[in-house]
Each structure stands twice: as structure tokens, then as C-alpha cells.
């Protein structure tokens, strides 16, 4: 790997380099120029087409920011031949700097281009045996912003053997500061094979801890947007994180690569009909989790409608228009045999029944047209019989009647659920800690009623569906959740990430397959990852003895990484040995993650404070200062620090409702460090570590 020299330019591949990147820069900021001195005043038609106009040219000048500590390019390479020229001898190559973006020179020739365009992909799959017609790929070392380095492979000479990259190792391996940041310069073959899949097909990723699951999901929304952007600037696309922190620390990732308009969110967020105030016990959660639910809801919607018992007469000026009970209700049966929404049906029904008056009416010499068909549909006697028939069904307070009215909800899950089952989810039984509410808004909802609600909302009317969903650690979610982000992609597709092994609900995914049937996404390909990129070998070879326990069957993931990295197992008689520890791993450069049991979190809080250690919560960004982050056990997941101190082990499976889920939080406790981990006991460790 050169250093830096101080020979003339044109002799110095590293100033050379260093040169087209300062040119590389000077074109982008005269890209942003451009955008920014736009005069929209002689284009725009009104004022809702200026305003639209206006919000494109604010979010290309903000995907055209240049961040200073953020390489513009990370890699090199330079072609045998023009790539879609014939390949003959004497033929002449072309190089290619691949960035984070596309940027051009004032010609509109490419002077970086966009790590996703086809031309980039060998940069990722190219190799000693399928070189794909690259000479030299050529990577960078960057200190901040700055090019300090770079590494050549020329994978077409058969006298140059392959080797790891130092480079690459390096940058896997940089100490983790602030929120989690994109990996394009270090995606691996078997991950770019998933980001570059198809907008078509429902992608499942399965992948232990350090595989990368979450960035290779985040850089497909990336490479799709860049593929489709004109079709899913129109049907949009969603990221779903566990919770607020999580979210909070992917949220940089996409910005960074210019993509500004996905939506991010929680399962929560998308089924917030109504307020959530209350919580289940674990045993009425996975009663109202499980996808019976959705057979049981369905027959209480649809019990709404009743037979017309009696002939229906709309009365026109001096006219009357009699239908039988019999075509009104043939009318019913149609539209229940269709298998449409119960509202979609409700609204075609006055519809049905004026079409069948305007029959009467062109029968009887007169030539009635669309308008006097709407006019017969808003009949107050139509409307009057539709009512009666096809009633209006109110989502919240359908399920409030199921949760409260024994009754009621006995009558539709006959069949369905038990009546132990039926007594678990009932609000108003003794012993359930929820009294019966008066109205849907006094109700204390829990978040797996919100989910009842929207299952019975889409029953009523359909969910509007995105062009593409990324779920991720979507092992922990129940099939009735499944269910609800599966309604939000019915005509779109989706990436759907997790863990088996780490699943900590008393509903986790038993098998993707059954998870995807519930998302309603049965033919997706399932991919597993098993290379692990950031976890340190001896931190994982220790956590994986849980495996067994917790997920067999799983393939256990192999670090790849050339550093073994740091692991230490300390016997302590106190918290003060604890903060030690953080105190020692603190003088190391990165963050550092104090992870606990949730009930360990208020002692340990307070013994930080005492040592005068400032430490932040989950989701709060790491400064120079404070570098320190004191983490329940509960969040831990899917969050990383450089260096990790676990307190107390079995404290952390005790504070689980049974043994598999608190060895399963162990798990993902365990995992959470690139550089090194500390675990501190006073108790003995559970015995599946042993």
C-alpha cells in the first residue's frame, strides 16, 4: 500500500488520484450551483406546478450536497476493453471511478460513477477466477476526507494471486462513531447478489449477527430506487425498524446516498388508528397475534349484512318502482360471492339496486340516462334499504365489542378459538386487569388491538399498497403484524430481514416460510447470510454456543475478519468493577455499549454518574466527549458499538417470561461489539455457555 510520496504529479499515482478528486469535487459543487441558479418563472403553468417544481429542485440540490468527511469515490476500475464493445485485440479499455453518486463535468462527461449503475457491478463480483474484463480494480484509503491510500489488483494477470484486501479489512473494521453509515465500499459478492435483485421479487434475508442483513436491505431500497425511480417516485417506499432508536441510527444511511424520499416507521406507526395506552400479558398478546384473528374479525364484519326480508318501492314524481325481496337479494349474494371489500360492496350495492330501476323504467317506454341513475341511488328509500342490508361497519368499535361483549365474540370464533383462548383476550373477565370502555376513544388499547383495527379496516376498505417495504428484524413480529405490512405491499414487493436466533417475542418466527406466507409473499427466495463482517471471531465463536439452545439448525456465522479482536470474561464482586471496565474500554478510540439487564439499568446509571462518567440512551448520537451508551437489553438489537461491556448474563435471561426467549436476548446482547467485549458476572453464567 503506497504512502505518501513528494514526487511531481504526473509521477505520483496517489497525487494524481488525489487530484481528480479535487476536480471530482469542484464538478459536483458546480452541479449544486446549476441546480440552485434554476429560474422556474416562465415554465411553471400555476402555481400547484411551480410549488411541485420548487420541492424537486430543493431535494436534487440537497442529493448533490458534498460531504467533506465522506469519500466522493472509493474505488477504481479500469476495463480490458470498452464494456459493450467487442472484445478484440487492440481493443481500448476505459476507467471508471465508482462513488457514492454520479457527478459529470461541465461536458456532461462521468467523472464518478454511481456505485449501482451496471458498469460499477464488477468493482463487487469481479475476481481472479471471473475477472469480467477488469485489469486493475483500484481501492482507496481515506483518513476523513482526505486520500491517503490505495491498493491495486490486477485480476487478469495470471501472475498476481489473490489476496484480502487491506484496505477492505480496514474499513470494516474503523472504530463506529454516531449512526450507522453505508457500506458501499465494502459490500461483498453474496450481499451485492441481493442488492442488485429485482424490483419483482420478495427478497427474505436471513443473517446472524455482523452479516450485514440491515445494510445490504437499506442498499437495495438504494439500487431499486436508481433502477425504478420514475415507478416508485409514484407508489413510494417504506424502511420498518423495531423501535425509535433503531430507526434513528439507520437514518443517516440512505441521505448519504442521495436518497432522500423513503419513508421510515414502526409496525406501530402504521396501524396508529387509535391511541395505544394499555398492554397485553404475553398469553392474550399471542392469542391476539396469532392469524386466526383475521377468520374471526372477517366473520364479525361480514355478519353485519342480513337478507332483505321485504320489496323495496322508489317512489319517482307520480311513479312507483317496486324491486321483490328476492332480486334484492340475489343482489347481496352476488356481491358477498365477489369476495370485494365489505365497504367497496356497501357502496356498489344503491348502485345495483338503481340499475335495476332504470330496467323498470326503459321497460316502461322512458329513457332514464346516468343521471337519473345516480338520482334513484341517493334515494332516501335506497339509501334506507341499504342501510338495513349493508350496514355501516366502524373498524374500533367493532373490536372494542369482540374485546368486551363475550357474547359477541363466541359467536365468531366458534371454530376458530377455544374458548380458553376466547377468555384470554376478553377485557371485562376478572383477573384480566382491562375494564370494559364505554367508547373506542376511553379504551386502553394495546398495540396488538391496533393491529386488530387495521386487519378489520382493510376488511372495510383496502389498504392503500407501496411499491416497495424493507421489514427488518422481522423475526420478532406476530403473524397478524406480518399481516399488516404485507397489506402495505399486496402490489409492490418487499426485503425482509432478521435473525431466527434472535427472536425475543413469545410469538417469534417459528420459519420464514411461515412468516412470509402471513406477509402473503409465500414465493420470495430466501437468501442466508453467513459470512459475519463485524462481530469479532472469538465473540462469536463464544455466542454461538447459545445456538443450539435457542435456534438449531441454524449455520452458525463464521467472522471473516483478520483481527480476532478483544474477550475477556471477568468474575467481579460489584458494580464499581463494571464501570471499571467501561473506564478501560473507554480509552480505547470508538463507542463503547454498557448493556443490561432493563431492571440493572437504574443501578448502574446511578454508578456511572458517581464515577463522573456521561453516558447517553440508545438512539442519542455519540460525541467526542461522551462515548458512552448505557443500553437495556430490550433495545439492544440491531444497534453495534466498537467495544462492549455486558453486565450480568443471567440477569439478562431472568428478565425474560421463559428461558429460550432470555437466552435469545443473551444472544443478541453478546453480539453487539466489533472490537471487543467484557462480560461481568457476579452470579455464574448460564450453563448453556459452559
Sequence with gaps: ???????????????????????????????????????????????VNAQILERQIE???????????TPLFFGRLDYLHAPGAEQAEGAEGEQFYIGRRHVHDGDGDPMVIDWRAPVSQPFYRASKKDP???????????????????????LSDPAEAARTSKLLQREIERPRVGPMRDIVATIQPEQDEI??????????????????????????????????????????????????????????????????????????????????????DAAAAVVKGDARMAQVLRRAVYAHVSMPSEPLVVVRGSRRWRLPAYELEEMVRELLERDIRYGAAREALPQRIAHAVLVQMERSGEAPDDRVQDAVARNSAVKAAVKEVWPAVDPAKLVLRLLTDADFLAEHAKGVLSEDEQKTILWALPGSGRRPARSVKAARWSAADAVLIDEATDIVERTHSLGHVVLDEAQDLSPMQYRAVGRRCTTGSATVLGDLAQGTTPWATRSWQEA???????????????????????????????????????????????????????????????????????????STGLIAADARIPVLAEALTASGIGHLAPGEETTAETRLTLVPASLAKGLEYDYVVLDEPQAVVDGEPDERTGLRRLYVALTRAVSGLIVTHTTPLPPQLA
Excluded at 499515482?13 to 440552485?36: F, T
Excluded at 469480467?132 to 490486477?154: Q, S
Excluded at 412470509?516 to 465473540?539: N, Q, S
Aim: with cysteine; glycine share 10%.
Design 195 to 280: 442488492v442488485r435483485s429485482g424490483l419483482g421479487g420478495t427478497v427474505c434475508v436471513q443473517g446472524g449477527p455482523g452479516t450485514g442483513k440491515t445494510a445490504v436491505g437499506l442498499h437495495r431500497v438504494a439500487y431499486l430506487l436508481y433502477a425504478h425511480r420514475e415507478r416508485l417516485a409514484r407508489t413510494g417506499t417504506l424502511v420498518i425498524g423495531p423501535n425509535r432508536s433503531f430507526l434513528h441510527y439507520i437514518e443517516q444511511v440512505l441521505p448519504a446516498l442521495g436518497e432522500l424520499a423513503v419513508r421510515q416507521g414502526t409496525v406501530d406507526d402504521l396501524v396508529a388508528h387509535v391511541e395505544v395506552r394499555g398492554t397485553d
Design 1 to 47: 500500500m503506497p504512502s505518501m510520496p513528494s514526487t511531481p504529479v504526473d509521477d505520483d499515482p496517489l497525487a494524481r488520484e488525489r487530484a481528480h478528486l479535487a476536480s471530482s469535487r469542484g464538478a459536483l459543487r458546480a452541479m449544486r450551483e446549476d441546480a440552485e441558479s434554476l429560474d422556474i418563472s416562465d415554465v411553471t403553468a400555476n402555481w
Design 516 to 590: 412470509l406466507g402471513h406477509l402473503g409473499k409465500a414465493d420470495a427466495v430466501i437468501e442466508e447470510l453467513t459470512a459475519g463482517f463485524r462481530v469479532p471471531t472469538d465473540v462469536i465463536t463464544y455466542a454461538s454456543r447459545l445456538l443450539p439452545h435457542i435456534a438449531p439448525g441454524l449455520t452458525p456465522v463464521a467472522s471473516v475478519r483478520e483481527n480476532p479482536g478483544f474477550f475477556d470474561l471477568r468474575p467481579v464482586t460489584g458494580t464499581a468493577e463494571t464501570v471499571a471496565a467501561c473506564e478501560e474500554l473507554l480509552r480505547n478510540e470508538g
Design 59 to 69: 431535494e436534487r440540490i440537497k442529493a448533490l450536497a458534498d460531504l467533506s468527511d
Design 132 to 154: 469480467m474484463d477488469v485489469g486493475l480494480r483500484r481501492r482507496f484509503g481515506y483518513t476523513g476526507g482526505a486520500l491517503t491510500a490505495y491498493e491495486d489488483e490486477h
